[in-house]
């Protein structure tokens, strides 16, 4: 019954909205060619992108999770473009599967969304040259509280006034002597500590608490322990953090953007620091919407007798300028730079884990993945990385919601740049959009950036044939050389067109470093000696990781 209402609501829907579309799609297309997308993750603002974007069609493949779709009915995927197969047995050390058996008998698609429920090595494992898909290998040390704390800690003790915007982090029981000591010397120094404990692998806040006792603390349990900031920045007494976005569309080089809008998240009750009598109250101490959404005094907007639960950074910004006079340019500036040196944290084991994954993709560019950086401030204005979401909520469940998570999944998408797929072949595929989510593209591609899509496919082909052609005949000394130059024009060519493409979303580009308008060439230059320094610790202590391993 169920499935047929749905489908009911389908046509309707499509009726209604299915010749605007069409007629979209039709307009954008240049050569009759658009990027034919599938999606598994059930997030409305995927599905809000592609029709912002005018795409090819969106599909759902199928899932085994519950379907939490917001809006109209989409039925599954046909068994013709995606099917499912069995698990494939992972290696324990390195968690890549024993046998290369891909989630996906894969068709003919040229991008995919999909969340964490997939197994995610496994599709990977299968896609085309051609293809693209939202997550990127690697990208687990930085997106677990465990592994975040154990990579920020460690780079944090080799260059400790570089990397000192991560509370420390003590990950049990790993840690468990350590913790211990640091405890106790606090407390012969009669100074008291407060502790926020997480779980090792929660979301959503769930699992979390806090204490001054330590004795309350079991060291042999995974979890994660940290300082707590127990003086921080306030705005109408409440506590607050910012959900930044960054997107990182290539492992080597490694290319970060971070989008030029957010959203401010705060507490429903004033803040008081924590002591006996409210060290429980979660919805003064924590920010997570999960928390205090079923709060009574939750409020998506201000109605003049309460402020709104949250706000965009804009909004922020424009509040500290005027009330606080507050440098939120030099804020901004520390915020992307954290959210760097934090990828950098990471980038040796990102790259090893692509390049043995796709040993002859030559332009690094198969995998993006957006994330939600958690950043909170004390009451200095100094900025700290508290938590990074591998899933960052892309729910809309306010007019904010809809205005900037559209937004930011859209420019995703087109900075992502898919190649076309002949409209013909997708005649019988969904378009259908619910119209109270219809939004506006303002800042449409011009047709001339199909050109660089030629450009790749071109290039792909090229690689590819010559290199089969020329392996045989040359030596290996040359034919190194050559392939290195092949690489180098791959690259090229793919930094072309996110560079071309950049200007048409809200993302900026923060690594590599762009020398700013008002920046002199003298601090620039600073700016890119710190970050060689950090890049290159980062590789020395991952290669001493892996002597130690091998």
């Known amino acids: 019954a169920k499935e047929a209402i749905g489908n009911s609501m389908y046509k309707a829907v499509e009726e209604v909205e299915g010749a605007k579309i069409k007629k979209k ?26 029709q ?16 939490m779709m917001i809006g109209p009915y989409i039925p599954p995927c046909p068994r013709g473009l995606s099917e499912w197969r069995p698990k494939a047995k992972r290696n324990k050390t390195t968690g890549l599967p024993i046998r290369s058996i891909p989630s996906h008998q894969f068709k003919d698609w040229t991008i995919c969304w999909v969340d964490l429920h997939e197994q995610t090595d496994d599709v990977l494992m299968g896609l085309r040259p051609y293809q693209k898909i939202n997550k990127t290998p690697g990208l687990c040390e930085l997106v677990r509280k465990k592994r975040l704390g154990v990579n920020l ?106 989008y030029r809008e957010g959203i401010a998240r705060f507490a429903t009750e004033k803040y008081i ?16 919407y999960s928390i205090n959404k079923y709060h009574k005094d ?31 340019q030099a804020l901004w500036e520390r915020v992307k730079d954290i959210i760097v040196k934090t990828f950098i944290s990471v980038h040796p084991t990102m790259k090893n884990r692509y ?8 332009a690094g560019g198969l995998c993006f993945e957006l994330v939600g950086f958690d950043v909170m401030l004390d009451s200095s204005m100094n900025a700290y990385v508290l938590e990074v979401n591998r899933n960052p909520s892309l729910n809309m469940d306010s007019p904010l919601d809809q205005a900037l998570k559209g937004g930011v999944t859209a420019d995703t998408l087109r900075l992502a740049n898919p190649l076309p797929y ?27 950036s199909q050109k660089l899509h030629n450009k790749m496919y071109l ?39 996110e560079d071309f493409l950049a200007p048409y979303t809200n993302f900026e580009r923060v690594f590599p470093p762009m020398r700013k308008q008002s920046e002199a060439e003298s601090d620039f230059k600073t700016r890119q000696l710190e970050l060689k320094k950090c890049l290159d610790t980062a590789k020395k202590l991952w290669e001493d990781d892996t002597k130690i391993v091998i």
Request: aromatic letters at 8%; proline letters at 6%.
């Open 25 to 50: 799609i039709n307009k954008n297309a240049e050569g009759k060619q658009l990027p034919c997308m599938i999606y598994s993750c059930k997030c409305i603002a995927i599905n809000v992108a592609v």
């Open 52 to 67: 912002r974007l005018g795409w090819v069609h969106l599909q759902r493949i199928k899932s085994n999770i519950p379907d």
């Open 459 to 497: 290039s792909w082909e090229e690689i590819r044939e010559e290199e089969r052609k020329t392996s045989a005949s040359m030596k290996p000394a040359d034919y190194n050389k050559w392939l290195e130059k092949r690489k180098a024009d791959a690259i090229k060519l793919r930094e072309e067109a």
């Open 422 to 448: 002949p409209l013909s072949k997708t005649k019988d595929l969904n378009m259908a959009v619910g119209p109270r989510y219809n939004q506006k593209d303002e800042k449409p591609v011009p047709k001339t």
């Open 298 to 328: 939750f409020s998506h907007s201000s109605d003049g007798k309460k402020p709104a639960s949250k706000w965009t950074l804009t909004k922020l910004f424009e509040y500290m300028r005027a009330e606080r006079k507050a440098d939120t």
């Open 273 to 288: 620091p924590a002591n006996e009598s409210n060290i429980d109250n979660l919805y003064s101490h924590l920010t997570n």
């Open 355 to 362: 390049s043995r994954l796709f040993p002859r993709d030559y």
């Open 153 to 258: 800690t460690r780079m944090s003790k080799h260059l400790p006034k570089i990397y000192n915007f991560h509370p420390k982090t003590w990950v049990l029981p790993r840690d468990a002597d350590e913790f211990m000591l640091d405890m106790l010397l606090r407390e012969k120094e009669g100074k008291s500590q407060t502790l926020i404990i997480k779980p090792v692998s929660g979301a959503r806040g769930q699992g979390i608490w806090i204490t001054k006792d330590i004795r309350k603390i079991d060291v042999q349990a995974s979890q994660v322990v940290q300082t707590y900031l127990n003086s921080p920045y306030l705005i109408h007494g409440r506590k607050f953090d910012m959900r930044v976005y960054a997107l990182v569309t290539n492992n080597e080089p490694m290319r970060v953007y971070v």
